[in-house]
């Protein structure tokens, strides 16, 4: 168990459709990481914050978005969903966004668009 | 740009034997270099890292990676496998420069299969 908790641990819902997967991070780690792992696709980075600002920002869609806020939990908002974002979505969290530091991550949210 | 390869998509090996699993790198900084199990519908869990020193870097359940700069590599061995260690395996690079300081760049993947 790394202490990385994510809810919910599957979600399945309609195309156009908006959903919110959680996450909370390790005790004590103040940067929070998101990524998409599909099988085309493999493990993709999202977006990152530290601290309640954002960080760095990867292949996110506009449709997407995440907040991470003041008690350290994050959320990953996903809209007008499509086919293809069904996917396993992680969150991971670190002690320090500094790049020696590994990521810690979560069992993920399995997303499944119908 | 950043990249990580795995040239391997799958690796069998038998009980009681070395294996390594191969990965390349490509960074325009200095290379932060991680592994990754994932283990079927569970998160990645952090085996080890090579951040600077010494080129073999030791790391949980008996792995180990060396790091070879001028072949920019981070091969992930251990002496002898267990059919336990079957599962899929990741490499990953963070840079140390610019916007793309914060995130981890995975290879492809590496199913590792150890039969008995």
């Known amino acids: 168990d790394s202490g990385v908790t994510q809810t919910p641990k599957h979600l399945i819902t309609a195309t156009g459709q908006r959903v919110t997967l959680r996450c909370s991070p390790r005790s004590g780690d103040l940067s929070v990481y998101w990524y998409q792992q599909s099988l085309d696709q493999g493990l993709q980075f999202l977006i990152q914050?530290?601290?309640?600002?954002?960080?760095a920002k990867g292949n996110i869609l506009e449709r997407f978005s995440a907040q991470q806020f003041p008690d350290l939990h994050s959320e990953l908002n996903l809209s007008s969903l499509e086919l293809g974002d069904s996917a396993l979505y992680f969150c991971?969290?670190?002690?320090?966004?500094?790049?020696?530091?590994?990521?810690?991550f979560g069992p993920g949210t399995r997303l499944t668009v119908t | 740009a950043q990249s990580v390869a795995q040239p391997e998509d799958q690796v069998n090996v038998a009980e009681g034997n070395p294996l390594t699993v191969k990965c390349t790198y490509s960074?325009?900084?200095?290379?932060?270099l991680f592994w990754y199990v994932q283990y079927p519908n569970r998160g990645l869990q952090f085996l080890l890292k090579?951040?600077?020193?010494?080129?073999l870097v030791k790391g949980s359940y008996g792995f180990e990676a060396e790091f070879n700069k001028s072949q920019t590599s981070f091969h992930l061995k251990k002496p002898s496998a267990l059919v336990s260690d079957s599962a899929l395996y990741f490499c990953a690079v963070r840079d140390d420069r610019g916007s793309t300081l914060g995130r981890l760049y995975f290879g492809r993947g590496t199913q590792l299969t150890v039969w008995p």
């Open positions: 914050y530290y601290n309640g600002e954002e960080r």
């Open positions: 991971a969290s670190s002690v320090s966004p500094g790049p020696s530091y590994e990521q810690y």
């Open positions: 960074v325009s900084g200095n290379p932060y």
């Open positions: 090579y951040i600077t020193g010494d080129n």
